[in-house]
């Protein structure tokens, strides 16, 4: 049997040999008429083979010139602000979208009512499960991220000489239990706001007496993007990148110095008339005796075709009634 095997091996391998002598024998004498691919001609086919099989949607969101970044407040181990930022570097577009901090994301393992909020992801998973989650939640890819606490928020703000801004409710709110102790005591109206204040307002939520934003923490986060896009304002100028420079030293990011150097050379003049801010489509639902904010999908794709600006996708489920009711009309 052993001998067997031995010939067979052998016959194999002969058969093998002769092919590949055969083939280079063929291509030798045949060079002329045999024209090999470039490899760049081999990549290219390679990703129009992949392209076949993406939606329009998927298409634009592969061939965009957007950099999408991931920006981070964070209220000691919890994140307190979560944005994502688009920015468009050909029209030169920008787009912030917010994620409340009780948006529900169930996580196996983690079955506390809590820690089923995206602001507990980052205390156990850290930045890149916290960018997972939004990635998935907005269907966005992220390419990269900023993240900044209470004290990079107070030396940016003062680097940038502080942020005119409309206060839009008296704060009246302290909290003896805090580490350290948070006393936020600011009138409504404009005001220039230095990095300490400018905390606070960000902070705010209500006030001791209860009242506060009429649409809690939705009213929150508006207030939140309308400072960001003041103290973008503010920083938007010739004197931007030495800004940079020195509040880089504060802020958590995957972005080298030279990379957000570069970035902000290109803002430099950037209209805020260009900024569009946005809140994910959702809606609240009360799980377990504890409210939380359902992200809608539909929703949040249709704000996808409007960003990539792709025409909406026909469903098979809308086709066929189309077609039904085409139809129906033709037998009438």
């Given at each position: 049997m052993k001998h067997f095997f031995k010939i067979?091996?052998?016959?194999?391998?002969?058969?093998?040999?002769?092919?590949?002598?055969?083939m280079v024998g063929y291509l030798v004498l045949n060079r002329d008429a045999v024209i090999f691919?470039?490899?760049?001609?081999?990549?290219?086919?390679?990703?129009?083979?992949e392209d076949k099989n993406l939606s329009p949607l998927e298409k634009?969101?592969?061939?965009?010139?957007?950099?999408?970044?991931?920006?981070?407040?964070?209220?000691?181990v919890r994140t307190d602000t979560i944005?994502?930022?688009?920015?468009?570097?050909?029209?030169?577009?920008?787009?912030?979208?917010?994620?409340?901090?009780?948006?529900?994301?169930?996580?196996?393992?983690?079955?506390?009512?809590?820690?089923?909020?995206?602001?507990?992801?980052?205390?156990s998973e850290g930045i890149e499960g916290l960018k997972l989650a939004v990635e998935k939640i907005t269907m966005i890819p992220i390419h990269k991220y900023i993240c900044v606490d209470y004290e990079a928020v107070v030396k940016i703000v003062d680097i940038i000489g502080g942020v005119e801004f409309d206060v839009p409710m008296n704060m009246r709110y302290n909290d003896p239990h805090d580490n350290p102790p948070l006393e936020i005591n600011i009138s409504a109206g404009l005001q220039s706001l230095n990095g300490e204040t400018a905390l606070k307002l960000l902070r705010f939520r209500q006030n001791n007496d209860k009242t506060g934003y009429p649409d809690g923490d939705l009213g929150r986060i508006k207030t939140q993007q309308a400072?960001?896009?003041?103290?973008?304002?503010k920083a938007l100028s010739p004197k931007l990148p030495s800004v940079i420079n020195e509040a880089f030293k504060y802020i958590d990011t995957n972005f080298t110095l030279t990379e957000i150097l570069s970035m902000a050379t290109n803002l430099i003049g950037f209209s805020m008339d260009n900024v569009e801010?946005?809140?994910?489509?959702?809606?609240?639902?009360?799980?377990?005796?504890l409210?939380?904010?359902?992200?809608?999908?539909?929703?949040?794709?249709?704000?996808?075709?409007?960003?990539?600006?792709?025409?909406?996708?026909?469903?098979?489920?809308?086709?066929?009634?189309?077609?039904?009711?085409?139809?129906?009309?033709g037998n009438e």
């Open positions: 067979y091996l052998t016959t194999i391998l002969l058969f093998t040999f002769i092919g590949i002598i055969t691919p470039s490899f760049g001609e081999m990549v290219n086919a390679v990703k129009a083979s634009a969101i592969k061939n965009s010139s957007r950099i999408n970044i991931l920006l981070v407040g964070k209220e000691h944005m994502l930022l688009s920015y468009d570097k050909e029209q030169k577009k920008a787009n912030i979208l917010s994620i409340p901090r009780d948006t529900y994301y169930a996580r196996d393992g983690y079955e506390g009512k809590q820690q089923k909020k995206i602001n507990a992801i980052y205390q400072f960001m896009r003041a103290a973008a304002k801010s946005d809140l994910i489509d959702n809606y609240t639902k009360t799980i377990d005796n409210s939380y904010v359902i992200p809608n999908e539909a929703g949040i794709k249709q704000y996808l075709y409007t960003l990539y600006e792709v025409e909406e996708e026909q469903t098979l489920y809308d086709r066929s009634i189309e077609l039904e009711n085409s139809k129906t009309k």
